[in-house]
């Protein structure tokens, strides 16, 4: 996606507490770019993981 983790618009209640780039992990802020082919661990509340799941989604289909 290209988009630091910043300028994201999450739903409250969700936390992204790591990105594992290839064979690195990295543990985001603010400023962490995120790319296509990124696994990002999250935690959520409620139905927040469906909400994420659902934006993560899309954006992979407007990426290609």
């Not at 962490?32 to 799941?53: E, F, I, N, P």
């Amino acid at each position: 996606i290209g988009k630091q983790v910043k300028e994201l618009d999450w739903p409250k209640g969700c936390l992204i507490a790591s990105v594992r780039r290839g064979s690195k992990v990295l543990v985001p802020d603010g400023e962490t770019k995120l790319y296509a082919g990124d696994v990002l661990v999250l935690v959520s509340q409620g139905r927040t993981a469906d909400t994420v799941a659902q934006l993560c989604h899309s954006s992979n289909k407007t990426e290609k």
